[in-house]
């Protein structure tokens, strides 16, 4: 089975910037997708095709994708940022998976 | 608007059988495939089942398999997942969602609301 690896929490202070890594074998040869996940919300995608926002997401949320480690990075980050975030690896050949996610703290 | 209502779960015991449903609403149905997913208190989100547009192609997650079945009703535009042969190990809040990875490159931006299963004695 294929693993993803995210650390379990991650902290930032309010208007600082936060990075959430994503770890996988040739993980940069798929594409990730990344959920914010708030306590009893279903999952809200923020970014896939490795970069991209769908409609409505903020320009403070981006990610990157390349060798082994994708990253999504909040820019000037709120207190409602704070969330659980997973990323998610997909090529048309494999079945979802799931990172372990992380929990972001705005301190 | 895309709409996935949620509805079936509860608190069964080991051993017990419980569906759930997923009722669709603001697109074409029948031109969807569509996933399960679940999460675990405090663990990851976690595939369960896929099934593709002709309701005949289906997978299961090796956890699942042999004890969950997933269907659809295309006429009632709503999708299924028969879950039997219940353990604790399968307490989760269940997601059903709309399979978008083509088009999204692996996204998958519209979800249900979720529903809890536990399982207990």
Not at chain 2, 95 to 101: L, M, N, P, S, V
Request: charged letters at 15%; a negative charge; aromatic letters at 10%.
């Amino acid at each position: 089975s294929y693993d993803l690896t995210q650390p379990s929490s991650v902290s930032v202070s309010s208007g600082e910037t936060a990075s959430i890594t994503c770890s996988g074998d040739g993980l940069g040869a798929k594409y990730v997708s990344w959920y914010q996940q708030r306590p009893g919300q279903s999952p809200l995608l923020v970014i896939y095709q490795d970069n991209k926002r769908p409609s409505g997401i903020p320009e403070r949320f981006s990610g990157s994708n390349s060798g082994t480690t994708a990253t999504l990075t909040i820019r000037g980050t709120q207190a409602i940022d704070e969330a659980d975030y997973s990323c998610q690896a997909w090529d048309s050949s494999t079945a979802l998976v799931f990172g372990g996610g992380t929990k972001l703290a705005v301190l | 608007e895309v709409q996935l209502v949620q509805s079936g779960g509860g608190l069964v015991q080991p051993g017990g059988s419980l569906r759930l449903s997923c009722a669709a609403s603001g697109f074409n149905f029948n031109g969807y495939a569509f996933f399960w997913v679940r999460q675990a208190p405090g663990r990851a989100l976690e595939y369960v089942s896929t099934i593709g547009i002709d309701g005949l192609t289906k997978d299961y997650a090796n956890s699942v398999k042999g004890r969950f079945s997933i269907s659809r009703d295309n006429s009632e535009n709503t999708l299924y997942l028969h879950m039997g042969s219940l353990r604790a190990d399968d307490t989760a809040i269940y997601y059903c969602a709309r399979d978008d990875t083509g088009s999204w490159y692996g996204g998958i931006p519209n979800w249900g609301q979720g529903t809890q299963v536990t399982v207990s004695s």
